[in-house]
């Protein structure tokens, strides 16, 4: 089992069990916690807190590399279980908290701002990191980072690919609220957010929270012209040598030769 699930007081803690491998989100983590929460939601609970078995500080190391299609396939397509995990996250209609306590990198970190609330320990850090592995974002969760943080802090999280630490991530409101250290993290989760959500009206959350979802997708919607060119954009990049070079060169653990230019979209 990658996944634990704990149903107290109508609360359900869901956490990756999988440190030895940094809580990669592979095909059979992400089907697993589909599972957790729909099976929470089942159960009546009126919150579910995402936590994770930290090893070497990480929390989650993000996408699983070496599930990644060097075939031609679109990397971040519509089903790609990842994505599907981040849709669960974000339409099931009861919160969903994001505990974190380490370093989240990459689509942990589109995970996390999946979630409805995010706390954390003050040495936590948050990194989006496509750009590292020459992987092409897809719209949809490019949208969901500029809908959250604004596009400026959104363009430097992925340009640079670069960790944040829990104060900025608190500053520009990534996260709810930060607390000192790991024990500090769990009483003012327990204290500050789930009393509150055991006192009050989960049938008016919810409600709350359907709205808050189709709100956010209203504002985000594109012509179909400008989809297809940003598909367009994302396909010569995922077919290009660029792609798999930052595969490769992950899985070997040494820096990547990139050789494409910006030109090569024009």
């Excluded at 012209?225 to 396909?235: C, G, K, L, P, Q």
Aim: hydrophobic share 40%; net charge negative.
């Amino acid at each position: 089992m990658l996944v634990e699930n704990m149903i107290k007081d109508r609360i359900a803690y869901i956490k990756m069990n999988n440190g030895k491998h940094f809580n990669c989100l592979s095909e059979d983590m992400c089907n697993e916690l589909m599972a957790d929460i729909k099976h929470s939601y089942e159960k009546e609970c009126v919150g579910i807190v995402l936590e994770a078995e930290v090893n070497r500080h990480v929390w989650s190391a993000g996408h699983d590399i070496r599930e990644l299609p060097q075939d031609g396939s679109d990397p971040l397509a519509f089903y790609v279980p990842m994505e599907k995990l981040l849709r669960e996250v974000q339409e099931i209609p009861i919160p969903v908290i994001a505990c974190v306590d380490g370093t989240v990198w990459g689509g942990a970190c589109d995970l996390c701002l999946s979630c409805d609330m995010i706390v954390s320990s003050r040495d936590a850090t948050f990194a989006i990191t496509p750009a590292k592995i020459g992987i092409p974002y897809n719209a949809s969760g490019i949208m969901h980072f500029v809908n959250q943080l604004g596009i400026n802090k959104a363009r430097e999280m992925f340009f640079l690919a670069t960790p944040i630490t829990a104060e900025d991530a608190l500053n520009v409101g990534l996260i709810n609220r930060v607390a000192d250290n790991g024990e500090e993290l769990r009483i003012m989760l327990e204290e500050q957010f789930l009393a509150p959500l055991r006192r009050n009206s989960i049938l008016s959350i919810s409600a709350i929270k359907r709205q808050f979802r189709i709100l956010s997708r209203a504002s985000t919607v594109i012509s179909a012209e400008s989809f297809e060119r940003i598909n367009a954009y994302r396909n010569i990049v995922y077919c290009g040598d660029d792609y798999r070079e930052g595969i490769n060169s992950f899985l070997e653990k040494r820096p990547p030769e990139y050789k494409g230019k910006a030109k090569d979209l024009d």
